[in-house]
């Protein structure tokens, strides 16, 4: 017999079937006994021919199952196997650190991180990190429908991205080099080549911070397009690519054992906000003195993103117009606002998850933007070139597909929904 899928067990019953899995859980009753097998996409009820296997069985050891499919409507799918036989594949060690056949870890968070091999089995875990491939594959879909090639920039740079200090230094052969903040240069850089790219990596960030919402190395999904009117021809293909992630996520079947947080409420056209105006909706929860900040706190965005969901009916709010003083130095300002940026971000859930803008593309704007920041040209030479031979007017944006996923599923963690977490104090596993 050929080995099926937990998934397949419906489409045999009456028919003599192989499964292969972990024991994810095992019971001995008094009447019957039985055992859950795990596979890579779901779980099925076995009844052992002989009970007594059972007892030397170790949770989560890898097992090979063979019996007849018969339909039982208390059983996972609707059917079990009976009378199986079962053989060991591979015995795991008793005593697990982790028990995974609850419907959630019941330990705290540093013990399911340091115990990852074992705690990313755990069926909603599992889930979530399908949901995140499926929008990966979503957002990779929706930008190929609309022209844009994707691209594999260096993650080994000679120069820091942003020009700030946040960089992760390392030795090149003797030289200095820093691990990518982002693929801001590169991708721009390409406009002038293929004027549309995306791209799915990792990007380093040598930030010291300890919050559920940072980690020093998460995956960005980037985009840059070029002969843009605006930053609005940005946002819109943003809210493209977006509804496509939000419809991959809720239609994989995996969205219910994630537990995703359904349904996503997608207006017709989501909601914009300047700066500004933020600012001042702001001030009759937090007071005046929030006119003056430049930037939003992770409380202010709560608080847009309950606002977005109670007036407009969005889990998604576009904040527009940041101060040029918290945006890089590539930002186009606003020409009736100089003192504002044609820079992004989108809130979902009131959560900062991705940034954008329409960048600047005139050589000679570059010049006079790194004077006027003190910006040392030199270590830019290569990416300015570009501009020196052309660029138009071009925009993109990053997605945070950590903190897409945290916020489908509700988590309260970004290290919940990363793989292995890289932050202030975790290197392994």
Not at 27 to 38: A, E, G, K, P, W
Not at 210 to 219: A, F, G, M, S
Not at 357 to 377: I, K, N, W
Request: aromatic residues 10%; negative net charge.
């Amino acid at each position: 017999m050929e080995r099926i899928r937990s998934t397949e067990l419906a489409q045999h019953v009456g028919e003599q079937v192989r499964l292969r899995g972990w024991l994810h859980h095992s019971r001995v009753l008094s009447h019957v006994s039985f055992l859950i097998l795990r596979d890579g996409w779901g779980t099925s009820q076995i009844v052992p021919a002989d009970p007594v296997v059972l007892s030397d069985l170790a949770a989560e050891s890898v097992i090979e199952v063979d019996g007849r499919a018969v339909a039982e409507p208390r059983a996972p799918g609707g059917v079990e196997v009976r009378e199986a036989s079962i053989r060991v594949l591979s015995p795991a060690q008793a005593g697990l650190p982790l028990e995974l056949f609850r419907p959630s870890i019941d330990a705290a968070l540093p013990r399911i991180l340091d115990h990852a091999a074992l705690a990313l089995r755990h069926p909603r875990r599992r889930a979530a990190f399908r949901l995140m491939e499926a929008s990966v594959a979503a957002y990779r879909a929706v930008l190929r429908e609309h022209d844009f090639t994707e691209v594999f920039t260096p993650k080994i740079v000679a120069t820091a991205t942003e020009s700030g200090a946040n960089t992760f230094q390392l030795d090149y052969f003797g030289r200095p080099a820093y691990l990518a903040q982002s693929p801001q240069l590169y991708k721009q850089t390409l406009v002038g080549v293929f004027e549309r790219v995306f791209e799915v990596g990792p990007v380093f960030r040598a930030e010291p911070h300890d919050t559920p919402r940072h980690l020093n190395e998460y995956v960005s999904l980037d985009a840059e397009m070029g002969f843009v009117t605006d930053h609005r021809d940005v946002m819109a293909m943003l809210e493209v690519t977006i509804r496509a992630m939000a419809r991959a996520a809720t239609a994989h079947p995996s969205a219910a054992t994630a537990r995703a947080r359904l349904p996503i409420q997608l207006p017709e056209r989501f909601p914009v906000l300047h700066f500004a105006e933020a600012l001042e909706l702001l001030a009759s929860d937090f007071g005046d003195g929030v006119r003056t900040e430049p930037d939003l706190a992770p409380a202010h965005e709560r608080w847009l993103g309950e606002w977005a969901l109670r007036v407009h009916g969005s889990d998604f709010l576009f904040i527009l117009g940041y101060p040029m003083q918290k945006r890089p130095f590539y930002t186009h300002p606003d020409p009736d606002r100089p003192e504002y940026s044609r820079g992004f971000d989108l809130l979902f859930r009131g959560l900062e998850t991705v940034t954008g803008g329409q960048r600047l593309h005139r050589s000679e704007d570059y010049e006079a933007v790194m004077r006027e920041r003190h910006v040392d040209p030199t270590p830019f030479a290569s990416y300015l070139e570009a501009f020196r031979y052309g660029m138009p007017p071009h925009g993109g944006f990053a997605i945070g597909l950590e903190r897409w996923v945290q916020q489908l599923v509700g988590a309260s963690n970004l290290r919940e929904t990363t793989l292995f977490p890289r932050d202030l104090s975790r290197l392994v596993p």
